[in-house]
């Protein structure tokens, strides 16, 4: 079946340990994101992803860092320099960046920080 | 910047009811407006999409109206069922063609039997 998988879906991290979540996509989509949401709370962007090997900032960058070496895949790493890194995060993509095309979300991965 | 205002307060009805949700935005011109259903624990799942030029589009018991005017689009469920409790998120997007796409903070409905 097409869609977006996220792993890992429940995560634990010490403070200071820096974490990666996966994000694999198989609708050949161009554009990806990653949000972020807390309890209660909207998304909020983090990091997207228009093209391969491209990529701007989010609303909330810091702290984060993403790759987009291969069209399918963009992964995030929650960095020891985000301050409050417990929250949901979701990942998502749609066809092109630059058109009014759905997004498709992944279920999404939950960062608790110990 | 760009700012983004749904109903903080979660919306009770009673079945049967219709809900009306609101999305209002300021500092922006989006080309077209999105409306995504998200349940507890779940990703966002697209419903409608409304562009500039469209007053209303509906689909089966949603219907969702852009009033570019007044900066605001407003979301209804007609014949509110308990099964369409969940948070609704809107999302206005385009008009400078750079992908982004930010979401308001969402509205949480509950149909109560």
């Known amino acids: 079946d097409g869609g977006i998988t996220q792993s890992p879906k429940y995560l634990f991290r010490k403070e200071g340990q820096n974490v990666t979540l996966s994000c694999e996509q198989n609708?050949?989509?161009?554009?990806m994101y990653w949000y972020r949401q807390d309890p209660g709370q909207g998304l909020r962007l983090i990091y997207y992803?228009?093209?391969?090997?491209?990529?701007q900032k989010g609303d909330i960058a810091e702290g984060y860092s993403v790759s987009r070496e291969k069209k399918e895949s963009f992964p995030l790493t929650v960095t020891s320099a985000q301050k409050n890194p417990t929250a949901f995060y979701l990942c998502a993509s749609r066809s092109k960046a630059g058109g009014a095309g759905e997004l498709f979300f992944g279920e999404g991965s939950r960062l608790t920080v110990l | 910047s760009q700012k983004i205002e749904q109903n903080s307060e979660a919306l009770n009805i009673q079945e049967g009811k219709t809900a009306t949700l609101t999305c209002n935005y300021t500092?922006?011109?989006?080309?077209?407006l999105q409306w995504y259903r998200q349940d507890p624990g779940r990703g966002p799942v697209f419903l409608l999409l409304i562009r500039e030029n469209e007053k209303e589009k509906r689909k089966e018991r949603l219907k969702v109206t852009f009033d570019t005017t007044l900066k605001q689009s407003l979301f209804h469920i007609t014949a509110s069922q308990p099964a369409d409790s969940a948070t609704y998120l809107c999302?206005?997007?385009?008009?400078?063609?750079?992908?982004?796409?930010?979401f308001g903070q969402g509205t949480t409905l509950q149909v109560k039997p």
């Open positions: 609708l050949n989509h161009d554009a």
């Open positions: 992803s228009q093209i391969v090997n491209d990529f």
């Open positions: 999302a206005p997007g385009g008009s400078s063609n750079t992908g982004k796409l930010i």
């Open positions: 500092n922006y011109s989006p080309a077209y």
